[in-house]
Nanobody, 124 residues
Framework: QVQLVESGGGLVQAGGSLRLSCAASGRTFSSYPVGWFRQAPGKEREFVAAISWIGDIYYSDSVKGRFTISRDNAKNTVYLQMNALKPEDTAAYYC??????????????????WGQGTQVTVSS
């Protein structure tokens, strides 16, 4: 049974930083891709960042240059460092994992295990 647990969300002022963590049990992150998605109220869940099992990294245009995804194999944890946060970054953030091969890592259909989400609120 694969379980993902996100943590690190909270309330921060615009321009501030947060680091989200996604810890896994039942799966070795170094062998599978991991993605971060976010969902604001009334909006669809959207791609934020992903790291493939071989270490390729992808970002959405809206976070490129501000967010950094990384993986700590020893801790079996994936991080999302978020800098220069903006009010429009406010959302629930979810991590997800899926098979080694499949559709684009930027699409939700690639992932079959999801965490419960952690809320990020950026005040102006």
């Amino acid at each position: 049974q694969v379980q993902l647990v996100e943590s690190g969300g909270g309330l921060v002022q615009a321009g501030g930083s947060l680091r989200l963590s996604c810890a896994a049990s039942g799966r070795t992150f170094s062998s599978y891709p991991v993605g971060w998605f976010r969902q604001a109220p009334g909006k669809e869940r959207e791609f934020v960042a992903a790291i493939s099992w071989i270490g390729d990294i992808y970002y959405s245009d809206s976070v490129k240059g501000r967010f950094t995804i990384s993986r700590d194999n020893a801790k079996n944890t994936v991080y999302l460092q978020m800098n220069a946060l903006k009010p429009e970054d406010t959302a629930a953030y979810y991590c997800a994992t899926g098979p080694q091969y499949g559709p684009s890592l930027q699409g939700r259909s690639r992932y079959n295990y999801w965490g419960q989400g952690t809320q990020v609120t950026v005040s102006s």
